[in-house]
């Protein structure tokens, strides 16, 4: 699972917990948390840091659905939907097969 950095939105109001960047584990489908668990005040993730600490194997798959879950942040789904398609050609990634219809749909292509 991914380790994410987050930080209040407003510091000024944060506890000691957000008052700093703090790291986050979670999977690649939760939703984004938007308040400290601890004092409840807003948070944000931080994008461009989060990074991957799964070990062996299942580095390689994760890494790709990293990747297309940033392009998904970011509203490139034209990019991440190409590159979940791609993917989901090897025998072992058909599963990425619906999360690229789901992004050709979100990118403005139609079925
Ligand atoms: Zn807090």
Redesign the pocket.
């Known amino acids: 699972m991914p380790i994410y950095e987050y930080e ?1 939105t407003s510091p000024g109001r ?2 000691k ?2 008052a700093a960047t703090f790291e986050v584990l979670q999977r690649l489908s939760d939703p984004p948390l938007n308040s ?1 668990p ?2 409840g ?1 807003g948070i944000k993730r931080k994008i461009s840091r989060s990074r991957v600490i799964l070990p062996g194997s299942a580095r390689g798959r994760n890494e790709v659905e990293q990747k297309v879950a940033e392009y998904e942040r970011q509203g490139m789904y034209s990019h991440a939907a190409e590159l979940a398609d791609k993917e989901s050609e090897k025998p072992e990634k058909t599963y990425l097969k619906e999360r690229a219809i789901d992004d050709y749909r979100k990118a403005g292509y139609e079925f």
Request: proline share 0%.
């Open positions: 209040a944060s506890c917990k957000c400290c601890a004092c005040q």
